[in-house]
């Protein structure tokens, strides 16, 4: 059973950076799409990026420009890097396949934006 293990988040002021690391503890996901998701305590958790198998990233609105996603399949691992952070974006991230879901969610990495 594939495991997914979030790291990289922390405390950051406003406009600073922070490079988030999903790994996988198999190889099946190498063709399948992810995604990181995030998630506010009393909100829905929602999509920040996807990738696709070959390597296409997309981004919702409030992210683009500031987000990039990337993967390294012989690493089994799925990045974000996160630039130019806002409070807003304040939040557990997570990351899974997409569009369906079919791991267990691991426990998230925080990441906290303060003003």
């Known amino acids: 059973q594939v495991q997914l293990v979030e790291s990289g988040g922390g405390l950051v002021q406003a406009g600073g950076f922070l490079r988030l690391s999903c790994s996988a503890s198999g190889s099946i996901f190498n063709n399948i799409a992810m995604a990181w998701y995030r998630q506010v305590p009393g909100k829905q958790r929602e999509l920040v990026a996807r990738?696709?198998?070959?390597?296409?990233?997309n981004y919702v609105d409030s992210v683009k420009g500031r987000f990039t996603i990337s993967r390294d399949n012989a690493k089994n691992t799925v990045y974000l890097q996160m630039n130019s952070l806002k409070p807003e974006d304040t939040a557990v991230y997570y990351c899974?396949?997409?569009?369906?879901?079919?791991?267990?969610w691991g426990q998230g990495t925080q990441v906290t934006v303060s003003s």
């Open positions: 899974n396949a997409f569009p369906v879901i079919v791991y267990d």
């Open positions: 990738i696709s198998s070959g390597g296409w990233g």
